[in-house]
Structure formats: structure tokens, C-alpha cells
């Protein structure tokens, strides 16, 4: 897949991992969208090394999809640990 394909991935993903983590999160939904393709590279790597399958199979394959969401998920999560502990100590 090309890096066009992954940014499309990455950007509704990124709204999905939203949806299914609800709650405000610093910088809106453009920040979460941008956490999206992060968290679709990074679903798509571990899918890879922890699973051993290659979860980037093509743009409509379903695997991808989890991957990609999952990956958005987990960076997400990460975000608001980090910039949550930041916002509170200021």
C-alpha cells in the first residue's frame, strides 16, 4: 500500500479510535486524526511482530482495519495519559 492509502487509513481510523474512546482530548479531532496514522503504523507493526501476520495486506482488508484502528486506540490512550499528567501539574 502506498503512503497515500495509509494517511486515508490512518485518518479514519483516527476518527473510529474517537468513537470508541470517547471523551475530550486536548488539541480536537484534527490532533486524534494525526494520532490516527501514527496509531495505523504502529497497529500495522505490531501486528507484524507480535502476531507474526502481515495485518497490511491491502486498503480493503479487514485485517488492516483492526490493525489500524487498534494501533489508534493505543496511541491515543497514550496522548491522554501523557498530556493529561502535563495539563494537571501546570
Not at 492509502?5 to 484534527?30: E, Y
Not at 495485518?55 to 480493503?60: E, H, R
Request: charged letters at 10%; hydrophobic letters at 60%; a positive charge.
Amino acid at each position: 500500500m502506498g503512503i497515500i492509502a495509509w494517511i486515508i487509513i490512518g485518518l479514519l481510523a483516527g476518527i473510529i479510535a474517537k468513537a470508541i474512546v470517547p471523551g475530550k482530548d486536548p488539541g480536537g479531532i484534527i490532533v486524534t486524526m494525526l494520532l490516527g496514522i501514527v496509531g495505523g503504523l504502529l497497529g500495522g507493526f505490531l501486528g507484524k511482530v507480535i502476531f507474526n501476520v502481515d495485518s497490511i495486506d491491502g486498503f480493503f482488508d479487514l485485517s488492516t482495519w483492526i490493525a489500524a484502528i487498534i494501533g489508534s486506540v493505543i496511541v491515543l490512550l497514550i496522548y491522554r495519559l501523557v498530556t493529561g499528567r502535563s495539563r494537571a501539574h501546570a
